[in-house]
């Protein structure tokens, strides 16, 4: 199997379209996206979000790379410094941070600098994510031409230089960190409280960055409870000469399965897709020359089926099952965002379906059926009749137009004689609608 370095459109019956057919259709984007929508706090380009003096930083903005969410943290300190009604001083707490990862701490150095009367909350240790990445794990500061705001840089490519270089970077400007793992967050009287077990916390502003801390991704298969399955990968030399299956197409499951096979471990690849998607360039290069010396095989576009101590199966698109031996097995498939905390804060989530939501749905419905039922004379089912309000006729509404608007063969004469038919208006919004979404499309 050669490794597919970019994801392109592979569809049998796709591809056998004539060429400008094919290229419509690919650009139409017919089988992407696919699966459901993956839901976040939904939040505005600069973090914040419904909730006033709320921001949210970090992996959350959508951008899981290093420089990313130490840019978000910094600048999120400095624009509410910037804030015409944010004063510091006082007794309440100028700004409070939940979470000590990269874009945290980024924010509570960027709020020392500034004198700001602060904490930052952490419920487990700083840089906890980073801890958990497997042991001698590359590190890729991209983009390599961005200076992210603030004062946090990056110069090390291995996990443990990075962490002791973080580590170092936050004692040099007195970064202390608050054990408490914080509930929900709430809004009294323009002051903001962070509840946890004790008493809630009072700010003027904070800030999120805990990152994607929710639960672990699951496969939902039989056998995943075992003890041999696992979701994180700490040492890979701990399982040399081992049968191992990694499953997952980012860039974490990629780099798990390089340093496993660099370790003498026999690495089994599986990822749903056919193609692996934005992966690093780096990950492509490796994976291809493990991929030749044989100690890597990849199962793309397949499932796990099932779990068992000796052995795995996995299934295809084509449906047919391979059972391979297995000793271990890590699901490198992703967390989820912990939705619960933002939901309980009052911080909207993309695709929650709100009373907005619905009341939208419901008057779209009504005014399709009153367009449609207005465009036929205004007759109901079953012999009814719209009320005279709802059935207004435009030909006597447009009866005042004279002369040029009543001379034959005109512009005026035909605009007008088209818009005394409700059919027109019945047309006219069809061909808004698909205007409107086919510019929307366009865009995107």
Same mark, same amino acid.
């Given at each position: 199997?050669?490794?597919?370095?970019?994801? &392109?459109?592979?569809?049998?019956?796709?591809?056998?379209?004539?060429?400008?057919?094919?290229?419509?259709?690919?650009?139409? &984007?017919?089988?992407?996206?696919?699966?459901?929508?993956?839901?976040?706090?939904?939040? #505005?380009?600069?973090?914040?979000?419904?909730?006033?003096?709320?921001?949210?930083?970090?992996?959350?903005?959508?951008?899981? $790379?290093?420089?990313?969410?130490?840019?978000?943290?910094?600048?999120?300190?400095?624009?509410?410094?910037?804030?015409?009604?944010?004063?510091?001083?006082?007794?309440?707490?100028?700004?409070?941070?939940?979470?000590?990862?990269?874009?945290?701490?980024?924010?509570?150095? /960027?709020?020392?600098?500034?004198?700001?009367?602060?904490?930052?909350?952490?419920?487990?240790?700083?840089?906890?994510?980073?801890?958990?990445?497997?042991?001698?794990?590359?590190? *890729?500061?991209?983009?390599?031409? =961005?200076?992210?705001?603030?004062?946090?840089?990056?110069?090390?490519?291995?996990?443990?230089?990075?962490? @002791?270089?973080?580590?170092?970077?936050?004692?040099? &400007?007195?970064?202390?960190?608050?054990?408490?793992?914080?509930?929900?967050?709430?809004?009294?009287?323009?002051?903001?409280?962070?509840?946890?077990?004790?008493?809630?916390?009072?700010?003027?502003?904070?800030?999120?960055?805990?990152?994607?801390?929710? #639960?672990?991704?699951? $496969?939902?298969?039989?056998? /995943?409870?075992? /003890?041999?399955?696992?979701?994180?990968?700490?040492?890979?030399?701990?399982?040399?000469?081992?049968?191992?299956?990694?499953?997952?197409?980012?860039?974490?499951?990629?780099?798990?399965?390089?340093?496993?096979?660099?370790?003498?471990?026999?690495?089994?690849?599986?990822?749903?897709?056919?193609?692996?998607?934005?992966?690093?360039?780096? #990950? @492509?290069?490796?994976?291809?020359?493990? /991929?030749?010396?044989?100690?890597?095989?990849?199962? =793309?576009?397949?499932?796990?089926?099932?779990?068992?101590?000796?052995?795995?199966?996995?299934?295809?698109?084509?449906?047919?099952?391979? @059972?391979?031996?297995?000793?271990?097995?890590?699901?490198?498939?992703?967390?989820?965002?912990? $939705?619960?905390?933002?939901?309980?804060?009052?911080?909207?989530?993309?695709?929650?379906?709100?009373?907005?939501?619905?009341?939208?749905?419901?008057?779209?419905?009504?005014?399709?059926?009153? =367009? *449609? &039922?207005?465009?036929?004379?205004?007759?109901?089912?079953?012999?009814?009749?719209?009320?005279?309000?709802?059935?207004?006729?435009?030909?006597?509404?447009?009866?005042?137009?004279?002369?040029?608007?009543?001379?034959?063969?005109?512009?005026?004469?035909?605009?007008?004689?088209?818009?005394?038919?409700?059919?027109? *208006?019945?047309?006219?919004?069809?061909?808004?609608?698909?205007?409107?979404?086919?510019?929307?499309?366009?865009?995107?």
């Amino acid at each position: 199997m050669t490794l597919p370095r970019v994801a &392109h459109h592979t569809d049998p019956i796709i591809m056998k379209l004539p060429s400008p057919i094919r290229k419509y259709t690919q650009w139409l &984007h017919g089988k992407w996206p696919a699966g459901g929508v993956e839901q976040a706090p939904a939040v #505005n380009d600069d973090g914040t979000c419904n909730v006033a003096g709320v921001r949210v930083v970090g992996d959350l903005t959508g951008v899981p $790379l290093l420089k990313f969410s130490a840019d978000t943290g910094a600048r999120a300190v400095q624009e509410i410094l910037e804030e015409k009604d944010f004063e510091k001083g006082g007794d309440t707490l100028d700004l409070a941070i939940i979470g000590a990862g990269v874009s945290g701490i980024s924010a509570a150095i /960027e709020a020392s600098k500034s004198g700001l009367n602060y904490k930052i909350f952490e419920s487990a240790e700083a840089f906890s994510t980073i801890r958990n990445f497997p042991r001698k794990k590359p590190i *890729y500061a991209y983009p390599t031409d =961005m200076t992210p705001a603030g004062d946090m840089r990056f110069e090390s490519d291995i996990k443990e230089d990075l962490l @002791v270089e973080l580590e170092k970077q936050q004692q040099e &400007h007195g970064i202390e960190t608050t054990e408490a793992a914080i509930q929900k967050i709430s809004r009294s009287g323009g002051i903001l409280k962070l509840h946890t077990k004790a008493e809630p916390i009072a700010a003027k502003r904070v800030i999120i960055a805990i990152g994607r801390t929710g #639960n672990f991704r699951k $496969l939902n298969v039989p056998g /995943e409870g075992l /003890e041999k399955v696992s979701n994180r990968l700490i040492d890979a030399s701990k399982f040399g000469d081992k049968r191992i299956l990694v499953v997952g197409g980012g860039d974490s499951a990629m780099e798990a399965a390089i340093s496993l096979a660099e370790g003498s471990a026999t690495v089994d690849l599986s990822y749903r897709k056919k193609e692996f998607s934005r992966p690093k360039a780096e #990950n @492509v290069e490796k994976l291809s020359d493990l /991929e030749l010396k044989g100690t890597v095989t990849l199962h =793309m576009g397949t499932n796990v089926q099932d779990i068992s101590e000796e052995e795995l199966t996995l299934c295809g698109e084509d449906g047919c099952d391979k @059972v391979i031996p297995n000793d271990y097995v890590f699901t490198l498939i992703g967390r989820e965002a912990p $939705l619960g905390f933002f939901r309980k804060s009052g911080i909207h989530v993309t695709g929650d379906k709100t009373p907005r939501f619905y009341a939208t749905i419901a008057f779209s419905l009504l005014f399709c059926f009153w =367009m *449609y &039922h207005w465009k036929k004379g205004g007759k109901l089912p079953f012999g009814g009749k719209l009320p005279e309000w709802l059935n207004p006729q435009p030909g006597s509404l447009l009866a005042g137009l004279q002369g040029w608007w009543d001379t034959t063969g005109t512009i005026g004469n035909i605009a007008k004689g088209a818009a005394s038919d409700p059919g027109f *208006y019945y047309s006219l919004a069809y061909c808004l609608c698909v205007l409107i979404f086919g510019i929307r499309r366009i865009r995107r």
